[in-house]
T-cell receptor, first 118, second 114 residues
């Protein structure tokens, strides 16, 4: 099956610093990637939809200047949390959809990144 | 906007028994997809089963099957012969036919007891 990786798997940073999280589709091309945030014991909340070569579409209430998303290629999207604060501590998950093929209606999820802001 | 409701925050079942997780959704669309995802303690999201709305036949994947009632907008998941490894959070999700975006329910924590 299709594989999506995320790096790093966990990161601890100081308040005020920026953190970059990478999401890669390893064995397929992904026109569209999604970034989710998940608080403990809660569901996944979609933050933004990332399309290769164009600006990301952010969900209502998500600060686009704080959560910068870049989708520079068909296999890589990055999420940068700028000027991180303790309230940004969360589990961030990316997913990717294939551009074509029988799996094109399925999202494949990365293993997630746990961000802790001190 | 679409909504997905999972009314059972937690459930438990004995090993080898059968359990059914409920999910209802609300949409005005006619073309859509429904999914059940499993999130074990590792937190890796795993697709369990999916259903295309245009298909009347209920999807089945080994021990997992769904009861899709389109008119009632209901999409329940049945797990037969429950195994300890089935212990996880289960999320029901909805996707419009023309859009890749998923809307998730709040999840049901299933515990399989030995």
């Amino acid at each position: 099956g299709a594989v999506v990786s995320q790096h790093p798997s966990r990161v601890i940073c100081k308040s005020g610093t920026s953190v970059k999280i990478e999401c890669r589709s390893l064995d397929f091309q992904a026109t569209t990637m999604f970034w989710y945030r998940q608080f403990p014991k809660q569901s996944l909340m979609l933050m933004a939809t990332s399309n290769e070569g164009s600006k990301a579409t952010y969900e209502q209430g998500v600060e686009k200047d704080k959560f910068l998303i870049n989708h520079a290629s068909l296999t890589l999207s990055t999420l940068t949390v700028t000027s991180a604060h303790p309230e940004d501590s969360s589990f961030y998950i990316c997913s990717a959809s294939e551009t074509s093929g029988w799996n094109s209606n399925e999202q494949f999820f990365g293993p997630g990144t746990r961000l802790t802001v001190l | 906007a679409q909504t997905v409701t999972q009314s059972q925050p937690e459930m438990s079942v004995q090993e080898a028994e059968t359990v059914t997780l409920s999910c209802t959704y609300d949409t005005s669309e006619n073309n859509y997809y429904l999914f059940w995802y499993k999130q074990p303690p590792s937190r890796q999201m795993i697709l369990v089963i999916r259903q295309e709305a245009y298909k009347q036949q209920n999807a089945t994947e080994n021990r997992f099957s769904v009861n899709f009632q389109k008119a009632a907008k209901s999409f329940s998941l049945k797990i037969s012969d429950s195994q300890l490894g089935d212990t996880a959070m289960y999320f029901c999700a909805f996707r419009e036919g023309s859009n890749y975006k998923l809307t998730f329910g709040k999840g049901t924590l299933l515990t399989v007891n030995p």
